[in-house]
Structure formats: structure tokens, C-alpha cells
């Protein structure tokens, strides 16, 4: 049967026998027919017929021979592994390596199932640079660069295309060398990456008292390329390019604030304190922009073994994948006043428009074509390769198509209210924020704006507190600063009982307080809700923890509890009483 696949094979290329039709050869009185390409290792089931050559009815009882294959080609193979390694003390370092595993090679641990079918052929390169060690310390230049390249390459002991058949034997079938050396090549799997990159390129000069805003430090940029090629018996070719590319600003700042009343000798009294501590910064505390392009172009060939691959507009077998993205952030710190900050950021992400606008009989209309300049050479349409050129400009200068926004900004004050005199134990800060995000709609036909409309989102927050410091209250009252003293000089054990009647003075001190706020909170809310209410309770307790453990309470406690009706049942039982 293998034989027969073989001859279908080479018949074939004489243009006499095709995969998807039956090929039959007669052997003694049998007819033998194979259709596609089966092979012995993926047969799960085996049908047989007999056929009846009268109209006369037989019976008979059919044996079948179990038909089975046995035995292991235990022919082993060898693998070699090499790596060099080479650093130029702090200029770069070079290394490379290599590896291969032939046929009928396995670890220790691996039966003869899971020995190597191919020989596997693999070197990597990769070097690295400091080139801006070429240049004069002064300068300060940085400028890393590394490239990578992985060469990974297998050669099948078996024909993929008939898995049963060794590739030897199946090359003896053929006898012209192209042939040879056609199949030869389409039956390996071959795939090379390689990359090279330069991050973070800046020069690293700064002002020497202040830093300037165009000083060369404040610059950087990286770019990056990778690519990614394959070839496999199923693929004709597979290639996958990465581009990306940033640029970067950040101007940093520790500026120091202006105070134009400070040193004005008739504004020293405490009342007049808020106006001489009015201050302000010139200068943001930081500015930030980045703007980065990221490229990703997939494109593949697949192979068709029926009949050749005619290359026309309709790009048979091919398939292809390309986006250009477009991002733009921004960001400022900025310090108004020592109490009052704000902070601004935003964020743009646009795509770089890659269709083409094509007029033919079909008439005017967007398409989406693989920029491969050979093939559509080939085709005779290479201007097409031209229009995506002048496409992509065209988009560059307008920015991009926009698919995404957002921006934040943030305010906080904090209020000078501990500037007023009396009122230096209470601080106050508030804070805004406000979000707004711009999203593209869904296009549903390739150069129409989106037909679903776009989403917009916007939030805000407002959020404020107050903190009350009553130890620097107390320390106003002469009486409760002295005892505010005494609690904090007399640690020892000696003084346990004088510490003891001074926290029980401030404790009946804060217990009273806490009973008057109660008592108005309660009296306020009633008037203005006409409603019970548990809130002085709350407040009473905010102020003094401990509050209910000093109430003096009746020799008698009636307590009503249950889901509802408990206080029209306080209110009777209180006037029973």
C-alpha cells in the first residue's frame, strides 16, 4: 500500500494522478485503490466487504487474519550542546550557542515511543553593546543596544505528507534532483526570530544649580524590531514583524516657594498670620510627555498540494494581519500654593489608517491588501503599495484616527482654617476629581465611520474632612494644659493615684460636654424632623466613649424589646409608673 502511494506520487507530477481522486493498480485478481494520503499509523478501523456475484442467497462464516505491526526501530542517535561566552569588560558581551539531536536520540528517562523522529538543528546569537562607553564620560550618553537572532531547524526521519514512509524512500521515488530537493525543502520546519532594540538612548546633561526644561536628560527614546519567519510542510511561509518606537519627557522640579510677606515686620501678629504666610510656586513640579508607535504586520502563505497557487487579486491561501497603534500620554504636577495642588493627566490612543482607496469596475471602494511588494508586483499592481504609503503619511500628519480618551484631573485643597486665630486645633482638606473617557464606536464596513455612535463616560468626586485636635484645645484652659502636663511628665508608679483623680477630672469633663451636645443635638434634630433618632446618642458617645458607665442608674431596669410596638410600650408603661 505504501508502494502504491508512491507510484500515485510520482504519476502526479506527470500530471496523470491526483490526491483527491482514486488511483488504482490491479495485484494478481485484486484491485488495490488509494485516495489522499493515509498512512498506517492514523488507521483506527478497518472495514471489510463481501460482495455476493449471484442472486443466489449464501451463508458463510468470513475469518480475517489479525493484521497488526509489531516491534521497535530501537536505532539510537547522539546530541551535542555548545555555548561560547565573550564580555568586553563594560563596553558589551557576546555570546553564542548551538545544539543538536539527531534521529533516535531520548533522554534516560524516555522510552523508545518518545526517542526523537527528526533531527533537530538549533545556534543562537546575541550581542550586546554599551555604545555610548565610545564617547567622553563628560557627555554622559547612554546608548544600550542588543541584537538576538535563534536559527531553530528540523529535518523528519518520515514524509509528512505520507507519515508511513520514511523520507529516503520516498525521495527514491523521483528522479529528477529538483524534485528532490523541492520536497526536501518543504518537508522541513524551519524558524528563524531575530531581534535588535535600543532602549532608553538619552544624553544625561543637566544644568548644574537648576534643572532647565531643555536640558538633554530630560529626553529619551527606544526602538525595537523583531521578527519572527517559518516554514513548515503546511505553511509556504509564515512572517510576523513587530516594530515600536518611544520618545519620553519628563521635567522634574523641586522649586521653592514664594513668600512675599514673610519678612513684612507688621504682620506678626497671630491675627494677621494667614496673610503672612501667603505663598505660591512659579513653577510646575512636574511635566511629563510620551508618545510611542507599536506596528505588528502577520502575514501567511499556505501551501495547496492539489494544484499550484495562482497569485491575482484574490490572494489564494494567503492570510494576513496588521495593526498600527498610536499612543499619547501627558502629565502635570503643579503645586499653586503649599495648601492648594492640582494634577492634570490624559491619555490618547489612535490608529494609523492602512486601507487603500481602490477604483476599478467594481468601482470606488476600501481595501485591505498584504504588503508584500513582490507579490503584488507580480500581479501588476505595485502602485497599490504606493497608495498605502501615502495612506499611512496622510494619517501620520492627521494624528492618527483617534479609537480612545481619557483624562483626569485632580484638585486638593487644604483649608487654612488653623491660620485663624483660636481656631489652630481644627484642620480641614478637600478634594476634587473629575474623570472623562472618549471611546470609538464599532465600524461595521471598512472606511465608514461607526454607524453605533461612540461612548463617552465622565465622573467627578467630591470628598472633604474635618479633624478636631482637643489636647491642643485643653492646652488653651490653663488648668487642663497643666494637667495635660502632668499626665505626660508623671509615668512613674508614684503617681498612679494623682494620674488616676486627673483622668477621672478629665473624664467628668468630657462626660459633661458630651451630655450638652446631646442634649441640643437631640433638641435640634426634634425640631427640625419630628422624629426620633439615635444620632445624639452617636455623637454623645463620639465624645465620650465611656459615657454610659457613668449615668446613674435606677435600682429597677424595665427592658422592652421585639419587632415593633416598643415604643408605644415604653410610652404606657412610663405613664403607668
Known sequence: LTKLKLERDKRKLEGQARYNERYTKMDGNNTMAVIGSPSWGEITSMMIGVVNEDDVPHSAEIWVNEMRMSGFDEDGGWAAVANLGIVFSDLGSFNIGGQIETKGFGSIEDNVMDRNQEDNYEYNLSVAVQLGKLFPDKARVNIP?????????????????????QLDESLETYE????????????????????????????????KKVPMPYDPANFSFSLGYNETEEVNPEVEYEKVKNYKG?????????????????????????????????????????????????????????????????RDTTFQYMSWDKDWQWDRTSNIKWDLTRSLKFSFSSATNSEITELINVNDENGSRFVNVPLNKEYLNDIGYFDWYDKWKDTV????????????????????????????????????????????????????????????????????????????????????????????????????????????????????????????????????????????????????????????????MPRTTICVTGTNGKTGTSNLLTHII
Not at 541584537?147 to 508511513?164: E, F, G, I
Not at 526536501?184 to 538612548?201: D, E, H, I, P
Not at 518611544?246 to 510677606?261: D, Q, R
Not at 466613649?545 to 449615668?551: E, G, H, N, T, V
Open 145 to 165: 543596544f542588543t541584537y538576538t537572532r535563534t536559527h531553530q531547524m528540523s529535518s523528519p526521519k518520515y514524509d509528512p505528507l505520507n507519515t508511513d514512509v
Open 176 to 207: 529528477s534532483d529538483k524534485v528532490k530537493d523541492s520536497i526536501k525543502s518543504m518537508s522541513r520546519t524551519s524558524k528563524v526570530y531575530q531581534s535588535l532594540a535600543l532602549n532608553n538612548v538619552r544624553v544625561g546633561i543637566v544644568s
Open 246 to 310: 518611544t520618545f519620553n519627557y519628563v521635567y522634574s522640579l523641586n522649586p521653592k516657594p514664594v513668600e512675599p510677606f514673610k519678612k513684612v515686620k507688621w504682620l506678626k501678629s497671630k491675627h494677621l498670620k494667614l496673610i503672612k504666610d501667603f505663598n505660591f510656586y512659579y513653577a510646575p513640579k512636574n511635566v511629563s510627555f510620551s508618545t510611542s508607535m507599536t506596528r505588528y504586520y502577520e502575514e501567511t502563505q499556505n501551501r495547496n498540494y492539489n494544484c499550484p497557487i495562482v
Open 393 to 552: 503619511w496622510s494619517s501620520i500628519k492627521d494624528f492618527g484616527e483617534p479609537v480612545s480618551y481619557q483624562q483626569r484631573f485632580n484638585v486638593s485643597y487644604a483649608l487654612p482654617i488653623n491660620k485663624l486665630p483660636g481656631l489652630d486645633w481644627i484642620t480641614s482638606n478637600a478634594q476634587y476629581t473629575a474623570d472623562y473617557q472618549w471611546d470609538k464606536g464599532t465600524v461595521l464596513e471598512m472606511g465608514v465611520m461607526p454607524s453605533t455612535g461612540n461612548l463617552l463616560q465622565n465622573h467627578r468626586d467630591w470628598n472633604g474632612d474635618v479633624r478636631l485636635n482637643f489636647e491642643t484645645l485643653y492646652n488653651k484652659f490653663p488648668y487642663l494644659k497643666r494637667v495635660n502636663q502632668k499626665l505626660k511628665q508623671n509615668n512613674t508608679s508614684t503617681n498612679k493615684n494623682k494620674q488616676k483623680k486627673d483622668f477621672e477630672m478629665i473624664g467628668k469633663l468630657r462626660f459633661l460636654i458630651a451630655v450638652i451636645v446631646g442634649k441640643v443635638s437631640a433638641f435640634l434634630l426634634d425640631k427640625i424632623f419630628k422624629r426620633g433618632t439615635n444620632t445624639p446618642g452617636i455623637i454623645m458617645l463620639k465624645i465620650c466613649p465611656d459615657a454610659l458607665s457613668r449615668f446613674i
